[in-house]
């Protein structure tokens, strides 16, 4: 009797595990999806809490940092018109998720960009927007 209470407890608990880590990878996804929005319509207040100080964003053009790339969507020098989003992927490893996100920007009536982005985030981290 003890060890079928033992086996159905973790049974429970490994059910319990898979649910709340779909769960995480759904939230992140749904972040991320906020996230090209965001962009879109530059919006640089919730980007500044989602983006860490310690940020560095990658680009054909060059390296750089959060402020800077905050001031880049803001001013529109890059503006993300649109991004279709064609596969998201969501790898959890202890308390940190890697977002692996194969887009195309929309970047102007005549460009079209495909990239491949990777995003790195805590997963206990609350200070994102909406959290």
């Known amino acids: 009797m003890k060890v079928l209470v033992l086996n159905l407890s973790i049974l429970i608990s ?6 709340a880590q779909q769960n995480v990878e759904s939230e992140i996804k749904e972040l991320s999806q906020n996230k090209w929005q965001w962009m879109a319509d530059k919006k640089t207040e919730p980007l500044a809490a989602l983006f860490d100080d310690k940020s560095v964003f990658v680009h054909m ?3 750089w940092g959060k402020e800077r790339e905050l001031n880049i969507i803001k001013s529109g020098s890059i503006h993300y018109k649109k991004a279709d989003i064609h ?6 490893i202890n308390d940190t998720a890697i977002l692996l996100n194969k887009i195309t920007w ?5 460009m079209k960009s495909p990239i491949l982005l990777l995003s790195q985030r805590s997963t206990s981290d609350k200070t994102a927007p909406g959290n």
């Open 61 to 63: 053009g060059g390296s």
């Open 106 to 110: 929309l970047l102007s009536e005549e």
């Open 14 to 19: 490994g059910i319990q595990l898979c649910f």
């Open 87 to 92: 596969e998201v992927s969501v790898n959890i």
